[in-house]
């Protein structure tokens, strides 16, 4: 106790540890200390490992990769590579530094006088740069290399990165930058064409969870594999967030040595317990709409976002798919999990697999815009259970081609017949197309109402009339394409339709034709709200 807390009688709280004894979270205390321990980068350490071997050491390193792949730490792992002096304190660069030596320590611990770590996101003006730059001109003061590590490198302003660009091209030889970004495309292509890039991967699921087993085994704790592969997957390739999220989870576990379970996970995670979403699938499958919505509801009630739901289905039916193109299983998927996806492989087609994907995304994306979201998911799953009882278009037209479906109902009328235009009048509108005179064929197109064309005389209807510039217009193009001279006037009679007209009559004309064929209107009867969104076109020209 102090002599303040003696004098008042006061017993003093207990204080935080420090030092060694005190707990770091399991993403700091994991972090990798060796290249061997860097997960999932595979090919980017065999690239540093020859580069150090035959002294081809790049000058700038960008590194660039989803958050928590091990950047930053693959970062310092290359400035141990460069700066470490061996335990006999006679090494020179090696991809599998001592790390007990004092720069591999210092750099360790993060107090290394010539690797210096600057975070862009609060360092972002030419101010900071200019600092760089100007120290670099100095020799390291005990390494071998002077090394900046500068994560979230993209958040430097543009000035900042203007004022780096020429000792970045040409630094002096004793020193070496290490970038780090999420966001590589916001880093300007000059900077880009001076350094050495390597995108880090994301960890894949199976080797999270081999990961996180090694780190339980290490930490004493007990798991189900289950509920470390969950992990993996809510990880999303990351091992900082993996080791994040199984660090709340051991804290979760039970304290009498039940460890962590999956359904605990699933609990803290907010997930749909898989089991549920299987029974939820096979349910929209059978059409059965009642107990769909109970089944959804008793997720919303242990407190599943309906938004997860549907993401947990898509899988379940991106799943099933692979199963049905013959994809291998996948190593983190429990076996009754696997066999139920092959038994569903076996009994859908494609078309019912990708009408089904479809669905789900639409409900997906409505739910998560949505004021509402258990309603709209509920709306969104009967519209699934409405599809799933419609018959396959394949199957149904195989139906109708083998005479097991009849199409009743009486004929469409015919519609009314187009009167034609004059030959002649067609050919001349053919030819101002042809010569260029795309304006005026467009406006007589739209607008001209022939009553009659013979002997250099066009006539057309003053129902809808022509401009008089439109008309003059036409017969100085004729007199000058055809050398004959053309009257062109306006009668007060009743005219052909339009050409436009015409086009959109026999369009429409074609349309029906399409609809009134025995297979579409049988297609229509199953599927009321279908719709022809394409048919043939004739040219408009």
Not at 302 to 331: C, I, N
Request: charged letters at 25%.
């Amino acid at each position: 106790m102090n002599e303040l807390s003696t004098s008042l009688g006061l017993d003093e709280p207990p204080q935080p540890q420090r030092g060694a004894d005190a707990y770091r979270v399991l993403a700091r205390k994991y972090r990798p200390q060796t290249f061997s321990e860097l997960i999932g980068q595979e090919a980017m350490v065999r690239t540093l490992e020859n580069a150090i071997k035959r002294d081809r050491i790049a000058h700038a390193f960008l590194l660039t990769g989803v958050r928590g792949v091990g950047k930053t730490s693959t970062a310092r792992l290359i400035a141990k590579a460069l700066n470490c002096i061996g335990e006999d304190g006679q090494g020179g660069a090696t991809i599998d530094p001592c790390g007990v030596c004092e720069p591999c320590r210092a750099i360790a611990e993060g107090r290394h006088i010539d690797v210096i770590e600057m975070d862009a996101a609060s360092h972002t003006g030419i101010d900071d740069i200019r600092e760089i730059i100007e120290a670099s001109r100095y020799a390291a003061v005990s390494a071998r290399y002077k090394i900046y590590i500068i994560d979230e490198v993209h958040m430097l302003s543009k000035a900042a990165f203007n004022g780096l660009l020429k000792t970045l091209e040409e630094p002096p030889a004793h020193v070496k930058f290490l970038f780090a970004t999420t966001e590589v495309n916001k880093v300007p292509v000059t900077v880009l064409s001076r350094c050495q890039r390597f995108d880090l991967r994301r960890i894949p699921a199976e080797m999270l969870a081999n990961h996180f087993t090694r780190v339980c085994e290490r930490e004493g704790a007990q798991a189900e594999p289950e509920a470390l592969a969950l992990i993996a997957r809510a990880a999303e390739g990351s091992a900082r967030d993996g080791l994040s999220i199984l660090d709340q989870a051991i804290a979760h576990a039970d304290l009498e040595g039940g460890g962590v379970s999956a359904a605990a996970v699933r609990e803290m995670l907010g997930l749909s317990d898989r089991g549920a979403v299987r029974d939820l699938l096979g349910l929209l499958l059978a059409g059965d709409a009642p107990a769909a919505l109970a089944a959804l509801r008793r997720q919303y009630d242990l407190g599943v976002d309906p938004q997860s739901v549907f993401r947990a289905l898509l899988e379940a039916v991106h799943g099933v798919t692979l199963a049905k193109v013959g994809a291998p299983d996948d190593p983190a998927q429990p076996e009754v999990e696997r066999a139920a996806y092959r038994e569903w492989a076996t009994k859908l087609s494609f078309a019912m697999l990708h009408r089904l994907w479809q669905l789900l995304l639409k409900g997906h994306d409505e739910v998560a815009r949505a004021a509402m979201p258990i309603e709209t998911a509920e709306m969104a799953l009967l519209r699934v259970v409405h599809a799933s009882t419609l018959p396959d278009p394949g199957e149904l037209a195989r139906q109708i081609a083998g005479g097991s479906i009849q199409v009743n109902g009486p004929a469409a009328a015919a519609p009314a017949p187009v009167q034609p235009a004059p030959n002649e009048f067609a050919g001349l509108m053919a030819l101002l197309e042809d010569r260029g005179h795309h304006a005026l064929y467009h406006r007589l197109r739209s607008g001209g109402r022939l009553v009659r064309i013979a002997h250099g005389e066009i006539a057309f209807s003053g129902s809808r009339p022509l401009s008089a510039d439109t008309l003059s217009e036409f017969a100085q193009v004729l007199k000058a394409e055809t050398g004959r001279a053309w009257k062109v006037a306006l009668v007060d009679e009743p005219g052909a339709p339009t050409m436009k007209e015409a086009d959109d009559a026999a369009e429409e004309a074609a349309r029906q034709a399409i609809l009134d064929t025995p297979i579409v209107a049988a297609a229509r009867i199953a599927f009321p709200d279908a719709e022809l969104i394409e048919w043939p076109k004739r040219s408009m020209m």
